[in-house]
């Protein structure tokens, strides 16, 4: 089991950025894939981004693709960011760490662990 605390959310006013950072604890010695999907209020919990094991394959939603980039760091403890740029009021939502097995998918249910999410909230 992997444990994963997620960091960096706050209020920022549109166009600006924001950097998410998700720290992996426990089993990290097991090559996964890690992501981040979002939850706005009222709404189904939505992929953002993954990236794979060694950072070689990255995938964004469209809504965000151009203006999120997603990197990760192995060397010690496994951290996973999410510099998110130009940000508007729709990304305003609870940001959640994830790990998989498969960078390709956008199922919520193909991942295993999760984080218990960081609040991002854009004004306008």
């Known amino acids: 089991q992997v444990q994963l605390v997620e960091s960096g959310g706050g209020l920022v006013q549109a166009g600006g950025s924001l950097r998410l950072s998700c720290a992996a604890s426990?089993?990290?010695?097991?090559?996964?894939?890690m992501g981040w999907f979002r939850q706005a209020p009222g709404k189904e919990r939505e992929f953002v981004a993954t990236?794979?094991?060694?950072?070689?394959?990255?995938?964004y939603a469209d809504s965000v693709k151009g203006r999120f980039t997603i990197s990760r760091d192995n060397a010690k403890n496994t951290v996973v960011y999410l510099q998110m740029n130009s940000l508007k009021p729709e990304d305003t939502a609870l940001y959640y760490c994830?790990?998989?097995?498969?960078?390709?998918?956008?199922?919520?249910?193909?991942?295993?662990?999760w984080g218990q999410g960081t609040q991002v909230t854009v004004s306008s």
């Open positions: 990236i794979s094991w060694r950072g070689g394959s990255r995938y």
């Open positions: 994830t790990t998989g097995p498969s960078a390709a998918s956008r199922r919520e249910n193909d991942f295993t662990s």
């Open positions: 426990g089993r990290t010695s097991i090559s996964y894939a």
